[in-house]
């Protein structure tokens, strides 16, 4: 992807990448938005901290709150991690982005776990994600200024889980945060910027249980996970913080056989960002010395509030009341159709409003699992014909590590 800016001053390039994060994470929404007045999105740094990694939560619509453990829990619910049926996995995900503007947007991720203890009701578990945004080249070819410069964000996390009954679990991650958008490029100054750094934790818990309907045995799971709760992101030597997105997710799925070897799963994920709304310009009379002074006020508020006061702030704080907190809940909605654990079909939607990013999608998928492989892909459907979102593919390979121990272990 080349980005082009006539402009060489550090000021200039400054809010130029920082605008290439945006347009690469949320300017495809905006552009769909019906009332640009009331468009009011939460915002975040580090947004890439959002995408979902994996092909199989992807296919059913961004959801994995309650659904099956897998190797990419980490992401949407680590306490799932304790209840795992293989000791150990690892998963290696690619995520093109923005696929119909440019080529050279991704997400690469890989995560795991190893269960431990002799009752296998605990295990340790970690993730890599990588988030290029491709090449950006600031200034300007005709003076001979041109730079061209690779911006990117990074995280890795470590994560405990543990049963604390034969039905329930709870789980913490600890994640390390690095984004770095270009800053490190000589000013007209000869100052220097680097990346920005940031710490944050997750907790979350699982439960499940094993109703009996009929004559089937069925499975119903409830799991909740509150991510990214920590730190600032702050670029431009701390002059330019940002909240990290930290997220409550809600979710529930229910399993049920059709037949033998036959079973279906029905999933819902209710998600929203515990971060504070950033106030509405046009909700003060700017006209007016006093408006305007209310209004930079409010901004300046918001701008120092810490993570933990952003997060109780946000269950109040939208401008309009009620009414539009409940349009900052994103639902996604999905379904699993497993032949005998080894032949996947899946599909989902995923709804966000209008005024707060108006991302909706539709997700499909399979999948395909071996002994010791298993393989996921998803494709994501658009509901806005000119959105960038439309014709996303994600592949994961997941490596069982019981299965490959098995195969050595005949072998020897």
Known sequence: MKWKSLHSGYDA???FKRLVLAAALTLPCMMSAQDKNDFNPIQTGVNSLNIA???RGASMGDLGAATEPDANSQFWNPSKYAFAYSPAAVSIS????????????????????????????????????????????????????????NPYEM????????????????????????????????????DMSTGASAFSADVSGYYTTYPIIGRNECQWSFGWDISNIGTKVSY?????????????????????????????????DLNKLLVP??????????????GQREYLDALENWENMSPISGIFKSFSDAPDGFSEELKEINWSLGAEYAYNQQFFFRAGYFHESTMKGNRKYFG?????????????????????????????????????????????GRRR
């Open 13 to 15: 390039a400054h809010g």
């Open 53 to 55: 990694p994996d092909a």
């Open 94 to 149: 690619y995520t093109p982005w923005l696929r119909k503007i440019v080529n050279d947007i991704f997400l690469a991720n890989v995560s795991g776990y190893w269960k431990i203890g002799r009752d296998d009701n605990q295990a340790f578990s970690a993730t890599l994600r990588y988030f290029s945004l491709g090449d950006v080249t600031t200034g300007s070819e005709a003076i001979g200024t041109a730079q061209t410069l």
């Open 155 to 190: 995280s890795f996390d470590v994560g405990y889980s543990r049963k604390l009954s034969e039905k329930y679990s709870m789980g913490v991650v600890l994640r390390y945060i690095y984004s770095d958008l270009g800053f490190g490029s000589a000013s007209a100054a000869g």
């Open 236 to 268: 431009n030597h701390g002059d330019d913080p940002a909240f990290l997105p930290t997220n409550l997710r809600l979710g529930t799925a229910f399993t049920f056989p059709l037949a033998d070897y036959h079973n279906l799963t029905f999933a819902l």
């Open 277 to 290: 709304t950033r106030p509405l310009e046009s909700n003060y009379d700017t006209d007016t010395p006093e």
């Open 364 to 408: 499909i998928g399979a999948g395909f699992a071996m002994n010791i492989l298993r393989i996921d892909a998803a494709y994501t459907l658009a509901t806005a014909q000119t959105s960038p979102l439309d014709q996303t593919l994600r592949f994961s390979l997941t490596f069982d590590m019981e299965g490959l121990k098995d195969i050595f």
